[in-house]
């Protein structure tokens, strides 16, 4: 089992920038990827960006050249980096994690607000 630990969420007003933190724990090795979902009131949940072990990252369109999604492996900890945020970034944003082994998962951690107020 993995477990994921986010931090990092709040209220901001709209223009203003966040970073969000999860720390792995357990069962981390080969771990290969590693990203930020989000799901806000009424909504299905949606990929944010995700980064693979090796560095390379993808992103959802919405969130292009605003947020940054990095990796320390050493720590077994993702971030993001939110900036420009807008009022329609306001959700849940969740951690997540794959293996490239058994048991693969997904796995996800509880949970994070972020809320920007316009």
Not at 13 to 29: D, K, M, T, Y
Not at 51 to 59: E, K, Q, W
Request: proline share 3%; net charge positive; aromatic share 10%.
């Amino acid at each position: 089992q993995v477990q994921l630990v986010e931090s990092g969420g709040g209220l901001v007003q709209a223009g203003g920038s966040l970073r969000l933190s999860c720390a792995a724990s357990g069962s981390i090795f080969n771990i290969n990827v590693m990203g930020w979902y989000r799901q806000a009131p009424g909504k299905q949940r949606e990929l944010v960006a995700e980064i693979t072990s090796s560095g390379s990252a993808n992103y959802a369109d919405s969130v292009v050249d605003r947020f940054t999604i990095s990796r320390d492996n050493a720590k077994n900890t993702v971030y993001l980096q939110m900036n420009s945020l807008k009022p329609e970034d306001t959700a849940v944003y969740y951690c997540n994690a794959r293996r490239s082994s058994f048991p693969r998962g997904p796995y996800w951690g509880q949970g994070t607000q972020v809320t920007v107020s316009s």
